[in-house]
């Protein structure tokens, strides 16, 4: 246990560091992925832990991302209409603009509002018992609603080219190096905050009958506890997680847009947790950060083959191990141990998808 | 005395199949109660309206004074019925200590979960049933790895945690050896002690050494009540039931 506090520490301090050895177009990269990291580290509890299989994950990132774009397009526009709305002959600002003036109110929007619609979305499936696969074709059903929305109200969200061209957020310029540190930093915390949070919740009571619902939902329920009000509540508090990673990603990014919240991007949300292994919170963390990496490496290094080599990497990863990175590492101690021992077992076989 | 739990003419109806016509039960406190029948005579499909698991076309369950037929799983629990299944079923990756910590009677709603802590007192509780279902060397292991036998004691040991009033088992000896069979009967007469227990079991013999109470279903319907012996003197019984199972021995 404690070995394990050291590497999560050392991790963290590695990324926090990050500033001072990284050029300003990597350390940008690598921000990105931490914001991608928050939004599997969501997954990983809800999935790895729940056994909930949202392949919409997409949209809470989106929601988030957009209630803070639309404040820094506001900032940006210093007072008048936003560029957009001007092309597309709207004379004054509709009323729910209005709200995002307000940078606090765009930050709580952008946690808050993911959690809404996840509570909405769970309580109409888990009070009814819907799961499994049924579940995740709905949670993609809602990809494409909303993505559809957001493209054909374009005189209010910006439509296919989504919100971008911001120029400062609390006054500060967003082009400026130091900002750009700054709101790394925050990243890095956020994502600590969030990982230790979710930790503690894995360790706790509640992280057990979280598991039980994985292992057995109508054990639990004959247990007295009901499950749909547990899956609700973890299946809200991993799209805030979405949320806050949308709203970080924007401030760095400068962009949000449709594109960005699809259904493919959805899916590979949670590859990274598979490929980092999704019984592992930590796994989920480096699965974003490598599974990312390597794609950037690969569309630099090998713009051609990249989406290949991202193919065959996940089916290796799927075939060969399907606890992901985390498993092989547990695996390898044990390994060892066990073949010094008594020679090499046989291990536990466990499917990807359940 | 008056019955602890009854069923008013419960009627269930699998899309036109009547799986129960009109059940008429009555369990009493402390009292061990056999259900036996051939297959299909709808003995689990009884126990699965008691839980809530199914619900009743036409019929009522009074349980304590409290209409239970239109409460939802979690509820009937939370009142005192505890449901053992056919197969174990225990949380496999959780440890069996886990196990029992989920399964103690307890605040179940999603605050009082979060806050929860491990008790003193909890932990004295499941130590006692980690030793009365002859766990305690296997306490921190997942529940996974146990034996059948084991898993189905772990259950047995769960539902007990939850101290209930009427414990229901469907088949609890299945798939046990001989002498798991012979203590998982001492364990039930122990249970009886406290609450009632309603028992589905194949097992004739079993039945024999350890019913109090027998009830014969056939065919959705009660067919006859009493003891062991009184059950297999009645002509009906022979008939249906006893003389089919001696036509295939």
């Known amino acids: ?354 | 005395m008056n019955p602890i739990l009854s069923c008013h003419d419960i009627i269930v109806d699998f899309d036109g199949f009547k799986a129960l016509q009109g059940v008429n039960l009555d369990v009493h406190h402390g009292e061990i109660r056999f259900l036996i029948g051939p297959n299909g005579a709808g003995k689990t499909t009884l126990l699965d309206v008691i839980c809530g698991k199914t619900k009743a076309a036409d019929g009522k369950v009074m349980f304590q004074g409290v209409d239970l037929t239109k409460r939802r799983e979690h509820e009937i629990v939370r009142h005192g019925i505890a449901r053992k299944f056919q197969n174990p079923s225990v949380f496999t990756e959780l440890t069996v200590f886990e196990n029992m910590e989920l399964s103690i009677k307890q605040n179940r709603n999603l605050f009082s979960v979060m806050k929860a802590k491990l008790t003193a007192e909890e932990k004295d509780e499941i130590t006692v049933m980690l030793e009365r279902t002859d766990l305690l060397d296997r306490a921190y292991d997942p529940a996974g790895l146990l034996s059948h036998g084991q898993k189905q004691w772990l259950e047995i040991g769960m539902q007990l945690l939850q101290k209930p009033e009427v414990l229901l088992l469907d088949e609890p000896i299945a798939g046990m050896t001989g002498a798991e069979r012979e203590k998982t009967g001492l364990f039930i007469q122990e249970i009886a002690e406290k609450c009632a227990v309603l028992i589905v079991e194949h097992d004739m013999d079993f039945v024999r050494n350890f019913a109090e109470q027998v009830t014969v279903m056939h065919e959705g319907k009660i067919l006859c009540e009493g003891s062991m012996e009184e059950v297999q003197q009645n002509e009906l019984v022979a008939e249906v039931y006893l003389g089919r199972e001696a036509k295939v021995c």
């Open chain 1, 1 to 354: 246990m404690r070995k394990k506090q050291m590497i999560y520490l050392l991790f963290f301090l590695i990324l926090l560091l990050a500033p001072f050895y990284l050029t300003e177009f990597r350390l940008a990269l690598l921000g990105k992925f931490l914001c991608y990291a928050i939004i599997a580290v969501g997954i990983c509890l809800i999935w790895g832990y729940t056994g909930i299989l949202s392949l919409g994950h997409g949209v809470y990132f989106g929601i988030g991302a957009y209630c803070m774009a639309m404040y820094l397009k506001l900032e940006a526009s210093k007072g008048a209409l936003p560029d957009f709305m001007e092309w597309n002959g709207v004379q004054e600002l509709p009323w729910f603009w209005k709200l995002f003036f307000n940078p606090f109110f765009s930050i709580m929007a952008a946690i808050f509002v993911p959690a809404m619609l996840a509570a909405v979305l769970g309580m109409l499936t888990f009070k009814n018992r819907i799961k499994g696969v049924y579940f995740s074709l709905l949670s993609q059903a809602v990809v494409v609603v909303v993505v559809t929305l957001l493209i054909a109200k374009q005189d209010f969200t910006g439509g296919t080219n989504g919100l971008t061209n911001f120029s400062t957020v609390f006054g500060f310029s967003l082009s400026s190096p130091m900002v750009q540190i700054v709101l790394y930093a925050i990243t890095v915390f956020a994502l600590f905050a969030i990982f230790m949070l979710s930790v503690w919740i894995t360790k706790s009571r509640l992280g057990h009958v979280l598991i039980a619902i994985r292992d057995g939902e109508n054990r639990l329920r004959f247990l007295g506890f009901d499950p749909a009000v547990f899956k609700v509540f973890i299946y809200s508090l991993s799209a805030s997680f979405a949320g806050i990673a949308g709203a970080l990603f924007v401030l760095q990014v400068g962009l949000i847009s449709p594109s960005m919240m699809d259904i493919i991007p959805s899916i590979e949300m949670v590859l990274w947790v598979a490929i980092g292994g999704r019984h592992s919170l930590f796994g989920a963390i480096i699965g974003a950060i490598l599974t990312n990496g390597a794609k950037s490496f690969f569309s630099e290094t090998y713009p051609d083959v990249w989406l290949f080599c991202l193919g065959i990497l996940f089916i290796l990863i799927v075939v060969f191990f399907p606890k992901g990175i985390a498993g092989l590492f547990e695996a390898f101690p044990k390994r060892f141990t066990k073949f010094f021992e008594k020679g090499v077992k046989k291990g536990e076989s466990d499917s990807v998808v359940s």
